[in-house]
């Protein structure tokens, strides 16, 4: 996917079935087109193999004792209620996959309500892996976890340091804000993206996952008002739940709709590989990241690519850990620095850390009752681009925000601005004194 689709003003993503040829080249249009259908038969397929799961659960229940069962009629009519939500998550996706917006049939034949006789399949699919199943659930997971109330404090926990941290530089008060250019690599569902739109940003999102692409196409411009679809997100999770209603919660979704709501600030979705797409310099004047920098092979080449795209005096804001996704993937390699190995890449680079903070409690998609609660320890930074020349002789007369700009040091956090005006004020005091001297010498 190396190919930038076109990507639309919100609140349309780009529709590839209105002119296919914008969207792919010759080359590579076979490919993505296998590749885009696969990502489909894995929504498709989504019922029969969660259902593959919980036949195993009863066949087991079944072959127990009669006592044994007796003892379990609850956990029966439990597992009764689990087919119940994963029969609701599919009446989602068959709503998610209605309108064929990202993903055109093979033959330029298919059109939005003209599938309702093939959302479902009971065979496997050809090409489709556990992989892209686990996907496949994980996007319903994530669709609560951007666009429910049931997770909006984690959703506080990873985007709101990053949006103050933009506020903050560029404030309303000083800036156009429909000027300021924002890229958000692995946009996700995009509700990052949106929450910037809505503060008057000119907000982009890139997004390489299909899966991730057409569920938020969905939830982004055909949701028609709030709280519309019922979701039961944890529902494949059999483990670690103290009562039987905490696998079978629901949730409601978009608490806000973007199509009701739309952002002051200009929005777009762009899909393709983010070291791909993104190759022009000095084009966006922040890039804000989000669990995004260790999914890369290689991270250095995120760190030079975003470096590249930011405009002189652009920042680069980041929250996240360093779970490096390829780490222990089967034929692929994989690079693991360590944070204080990306720091001295980031500086290398070109950088300057305005600030950084360690052990940002993050949660992941994670469903508030189960009793495994996993939590990252992630990490936080502001990193910008110097400015030219010019823009530097400015910023001498500017006092920088001294909360930004702080020694990496964590014992000594030094205002660099306190200290270069004592400085200045040394040298004139010396000069002064200097001149009194030399005028009494004289007389």
Request: charged content about 25%; aromatic content about 10%.
């Amino acid at each position: 996917m190396s190919d930038m689709l076109p990507s639309l003003p919100f609140p349309m993503h780009p529709k590839m079935h209105e002119d296919p040829a914008l969207a792919f080249s010759a080359k590579e249009d076979e490919e993505e087109r296998r590749h885009i259908q696969k990502v489909q038969n894995a929504f498709k397929y989504y019922r029969p193999y969660a259902y593959l799961r919980l036949k195993k659960k009863w066949d087991y229940l079944h072959s127990l004792s009669a006592d044994d069962q007796r003892l379990l009629s609850k956990y029966r009519t439990h597992l009764d209620t689990v087919g119940n939500g994963i029969d609701c998550n599919q009446a989602v996706i068959r709503e998610i996959l209605r309108d064929r917006v990202l993903y055109p049939t093979g033959d330029g034949s298919g059109s939005a309500g003209d599938t309702d006789n093939d959302n479902e399949t009971d065979e496997p699919p050809a090409h489709v892996r556990h992989g892209d199943m686990d996907q496949a659930q994980s996007t319903l997971k994530l669709i609560a976890r951007d666009w429910s109330a049931e997770c909006a404090i984690e959703r506080e926990q990873s985007y709101k340091p990053i949006i103050d941290s933009i506020e903050e530089y560029y404030k309303p008060s000083d800036y156009k804000l429909n000027e300021i250019k924002i890229l958000v690599p692995g946009a996700g569902l995009g509700r990052l993206t949106y929450e910037l739109a809505c503060r008057g940003y000119a907000c982009e999102g890139n997004e390489f996952s299909y899966f991730m692409l057409i569920a938020s196409n969905f939830v982004l411009n055909l949701c028609d008002y709030e709280n519309k679809h019922v979701l039961y997100p944890w529902v494949h999770q059999y483990v670690n739940n103290m009562r039987r209603a905490d696998q079978v919660a629901s949730v409601r979704f978009p608490d806000i709709c973007p199509v009701r709501n739309p952002p002051k600030g200009n929005i777009e979705m762009a899909a393709g590989d983010f070291l791909e797409v993104y190759k022009t310099p000095d084009a966006y004047n922040c890039v804000a990241t989000c669990f995004f920098i260790d999914c890369a092979n290689n991270v250095i080449d995120f760190i030079r690519t975003i470096y590249k795209i930011l405009v002189p005096g652009g920042i680069w804001v980041n929250l996240g850990p360093l779970l490096y996704h390829y780490s222990d993937v089967q034929g692929q390699n994989s690079i693991e620095p360590t944070y204080e190995d990306l720091v001295i890449i980031m500086e290398s680079i070109g950088f300057d850390i305005l600030s950084c903070r360690t052990g940002i409690r993050t949660k992941y998609a994670q469903n508030p009752q189960s009793m495994k609660q996993s939590e990252y320890q992630s990490l936080f930074w502001v990193c910008r681009k110097p400015p030219n020349n010019f823009e530097q002789q400015q910023q001498r007369e500017q006092k920088e925000p001294p909360d930004l700009i702080v020694n990496r040091d964590h014992d000594t956090q030094i205002d660099v601005d306190v200290d270069a005006d004592d400085l200045d004020h040394q040298l004139e005091d010396d000069e002064m004194q200097s001149e009194s001297q030399s005028q009494a010498k004289q007389t």
